[in-house]
Nanobody, 123 residues
Framework: QVQLVESGGGLVQAGVSLRLSCAASGRTFSSFNMGWFRQAPGKEREFVASISWDGRSTSSANSAKGRFTISRDNAKNTVYLQMNSLKPEDTANYFC????????????????WGQGTQVTVSS
């Protein structure tokens, strides 16, 4: 089992930056690929960004490209999402997720999920 706890959300004005953190525990963090997802009220959960177990490979949604950066610190068992130039449409509950690097799962399917941290961006 992997336990994931997100933090860093809040109520901010458009244009500012936030950094979300996700602290992992339970199993060897460096064996897991990590992702960030978000879900706005009345909408389906959507992919934001992902990072490989070793940090060498990242991917992000078009909505995040150029504004959001995913990173990880395996020594601290933590993955981050740096969000710049926030927009009202970024308002959502942000979740981190983990999948073992050897998991036989379809792409974008994650095994473990956190409870989420709310980000609200006012105009």
């Amino acid at each position: 089992q992997v336990q994931l706890v997100e933090s860093g959300g809040g109520l901010v004005q458009a244009g500012v930056s936030l950094r979300l953190s996700c602290a992992a525990s339970g199993r060897t963090f460096s064996s897991f690929n990590m992702g960030w997802f978000r879900q706005a009220p009345g909408k389906e959960r959507e992919f934001v960004a992902s990072i490989s177990w070793d940090g060498r490979s990242t991917s992000s949604a078009n909505s995040a490209k150029g504004r959001f950066t995913i990173s990880r610190d395996n020594a601290k068992n933590t993955v981050y999402l740096q969000m710049n130039s926030l927009k009202p449409e970024d308002t959502a509950n942000y979740f981190c997720a983990a999948r073992h690097k050897l998991a036989d799962l379809p792409p974008m399917i994650y095994e473990y999920w956190g409870q989420g941290t709310q980000v609200t961006v006012s105009s």
